[in-house]
């Protein structure tokens, strides 16, 4: 199993959503965070005064997958969240050891 992070522009999340769920992906966890990559945020005017804009809205994904859907899945990413502009986002991947459903203590993919 794999754990795929992926954070994303905000405007971009529903697309990525709905096809993340057209290709099989089931579940997911989703934030609202702030940060900033290179771009290192903006400024902006308010009343006159000009203010720095640096922990940017993003959309965190969590995902645990099944390794034969991750290229799928970040593909999909890659396609749906892409605009070519500073600031699309990044994909992290992790190795998951183990996964446990606390309802009934399925273990592995079946937790999943």
Known sequence: MTKLEAIIQPNRFEVVKQA?????????????????GRQKGHKESYRGGEYSVDLLPKVKLELVLQD???????????????TG??????IFLYKVEEAIRIRNQERGAAAV
Do not use: C, F, P, W
Not at 20 to 34: A, F, K, W
Not at 72 to 82: E, F, Q, R
């Open 20 to 36: 993340l769920i057209d290709i099989g992906v089931e579940g997911m966890t989703i934030s609202e965070v702030r940060g900033h």
């Open 68 to 82: 034969n859907l991750v290229h799928s899945a970040v593909d999909t990413i890659l396609k749906t969240a892409a």
């Open 85 to 90: 502009k500073i600031g699309d986002g990044k």
